[in-house]
Nanobody, 121 residues
């Protein structure tokens, strides 16, 4: 089992910044990608940002230039600047990788519990 613990959400005024963190723990052989999703009330889940094992990053058009995803070992961060009211959502981290030990390895995908981000106008 791979567990994810998120932190860093909260209430901020438009134009402000927040930094989300997500720490993965458990038996982790390797991590293929670490991702941030968000879901606003009444809307579908949206992939916000991805960072791969090799460090490549990708962002939703709606956050490009404002959000930065980074990683330090098994922790992923999302630095959110110039926040807008439309960024209000529950943010979830998602990690995909390989768990297990010799000779048994298998893929895993875990999701955090979610953290609320609210941006007031």
């Amino acid at each position: 089992q791979v567990q994810l613990v998120e932190s860093g959400g909260g209430l901020v005024q438009a134009g402000g910044s927040l930094r989300l963190s997500c720490a993965a723990s458990g038996i982790i052989f390797s991590i293929n990608s670490m991702n941030w999703y968000r879901q606003a009330p009444g809307k579908q889940s949206e992939l916000v940002a991805t960072i791969t094992e090799g460090g490549s990053t990708n962002y939703a058009d709606s956050v490009k230039g404002r959000f930065t995803i980074s990683r330090d070992k098994n922790t992923v961060y999302l630095q959110m600047n110039s926040l807008k009211p439309e960024d209000t959502a529950v943010y979830y981290c998602n990690v995909r990788g390989v768990t297990g030990s010799t000779p048994y390895f298998y893929d895993f995908e875990s999701r955090g519990q979610g953290t609320q981000v609210t941006v007031s106008s």
